[in-house]
């Protein structure tokens, strides 16, 4: 039996509300947030309380031991009978997942369509940087409620029960056209995870350090981004401490190493 006052059930109408800018402008109407670990417990977050019930029911979920590997994924080649029974009863359609792997857990983010066919794997395929930085503003925005779910007694917990494969076929046709949103998503603080723990970094911290990785000065970065030299280098202070570095070139290498290159294309800097 499903404790209904489960964090996961409760926090979904919150949840809602965070999702709703991003599905205002697109034809997506699930969002699915799932962190499995070694000790197969996993933190869950999710729009629809509905569908979580049922899948915990009758069993369609996977277990932290699942091959699940870095990329996109179509439910419907992997998990067919949990595509099948979202889009038949809840209209959740074109279940689609991406996975991001580490050392001791798995991220699996979801998001489900109002479309039937093609045109919503179109939309994943067109649109993945979009979707990645949804998944920055919804942790942002959503802080409080990934730390109550990661507490013990919020987690959901269950055996292994079967492998799935996830390598995403990308046979699907892909039309040349990206979705423009009514009121464009702010991503504010982008967490960075440093194989201890999970920092915070401001938007400007980021725009300052991304800069600095170019090898502008601090006059120069003042000057674009239009602040004081002694703010630039206030921000590269706080980026030092919390990325634990002590000096310019090694913020400058752990931050490479961290994957902040592949956060230019979030920033105009």
């Known amino acids: 039996m499903i404790n209904d006052k489960l964090f996961t059930l409760t926090s979904s109408s919150e949840i809602n509300d965070i999702c709703k800018p991003f599905f205002k402008g697109t034809d997506l109407n699930y969002f699915h947030y799932c962190k499995f670990y070694q000790d197969f417990s996993s933190t869950v977050l999710v729009t629809n309380p509905h569908w979580v019930t049922h899948v915990l029911k009758n069993k369609l979920y996977i277990s932290s031991n699942s091959e699940l590997k870095d990329g996109f994924f179509l439910w419907s080649e992997h998990w067919p009978q949990a595509a099948k029974d979202a889009s038949l009863h809840f209209k959740i359609h074109n279940l ?56 013990p007694e919020n987690k959901i917990v269950y055996p292994p029960h079967k492998e799935v494969k996830t390598n995403l076929s990308r046979t699907s046709k892909v039309l040349q056209q990206t979705i423009t949103l009514e009121s464009p998503i702010q991503i504010d603080k982008f967490p960075i995870n440093d194989g201890k723990s999970t920092k915070w970094l401001s ?7 991304i800069s600095t ?57």
């Open 96 to 151: 689609m997942s991406l996975v991001k792997t580490s050392k001791n857990e798995v991220e699996c983010i979801s998001f489900g369509s109002t479309q039937e066919g093609n045109k919503a794997i179109e939309f994943y395929l067109n649109n993945s940087e979009l979707l990645k930085s949804f998944i920055y503003y919804f942790k942002d925005k959503a802080q409080k409620h990934l730390s109550i779910a990661q507490m």
């Open 213 to 269: 990785i170019k090898g502008r000065s601090a006059k120069e970065i003042a000057r674009s981004l239009d602040i004081s030299t002694k703010t630039v280098e206030s921000y590269i202070a706080s980026a030092k401490l919390k990325l634990d570095c002590y000096s310019r070139s090694a913020l400058i290498e752990k931050a490479i190493s961290l994957g902040f290159l592949d956060l230019m294309k979030h920033f105009n800097c």
């Open 203 to 209: 938007r400007r911290e980021i725009e300052v350090l």
